[in-house]
């Protein structure tokens, strides 16, 4: 079963690995990192985990049980208990509910263990499965996107206000498993 964890310096290879076969996926519907982003990976992946240890960040990678990486949600610009959320699944396994109950997976931890109360999230409109999987996970839209932001596309920001709420409350899917504790 797929576990959520921390990233760190020994997942650098899986990621490395996620990013390269999922490149030609990601382009179709997100802007390409670029060559660079692949010949400074070591040094990219380095400094994201700087981030990380300051708190402006944070990283989680979505790990099969082969070790592999399945996809990535991140936390960025944490500031005044709020965050971007940004994410993407390998090609694989999407269409398969799995960024959707990871999305809502992180909007719990965002909210325990980074003590966050907003989540942002911007897609382009032409990006109709992460549109799908923000609204399922309980993001609503709150406004334009600059293009700048989302590579050039006309887009809309989504919101989730995330509140430690009694699990009687929470959005199905919400419940983060017992046996996965703190990563």
Not at 10 to 33: C, K, Q, T, W
Not at 61 to 72: Q, T
Request: neutral net charge.
């Amino acid at each position: 079963m797929p576990e959520l964890k921390r990233l760190h310096v020994g997942h650098a290879p899986a990621v490395l690995a996620f990013e390269l076969a999922n490149r030609g996926y990601f382009a179709a519907s997100i802007s390409d990192r670029g060559d660079d982003y692949f010949t400074q990976f070591t040094d990219r992946y380095n400094a994201l985990l700087a981030e990380q240890e300051a708190g402006i960040c944070a990283f989680y990678v979505l790990v099969a049980e082969d070790n592999s990486v399945l996809g990535r949600f991140n936390l960025v610009d944490i500031e005044d208990h709020t965050a971007e959320l940004g994410y993407r699944v390998a090609q694989h396994v999407a269409g398969r509910g799995v960024a959707t109950a990871t999305v809502r997976e992180v909007c719990q931890l965002a909210a325990a263990q980074h003590r966050l109360r907003t989540l942002r999230a911007a897609t382009s409109r032409q990006n109709v499965a992460s549109t799908r999987v923000l609204t399922k996970a309980g993001f609503v839209p709150v406004g334009p996107a600059d293009p700048a932001h989302i590579g050039g596309k006309t887009g809309t920001w989504y919101q989730r206000d995330l509140v430690l709420q009694p699990h009687s409350a929470m959005l199905p899917g919400d419940r983060l498993r017992e046996d996965r504790g703190d990563h």
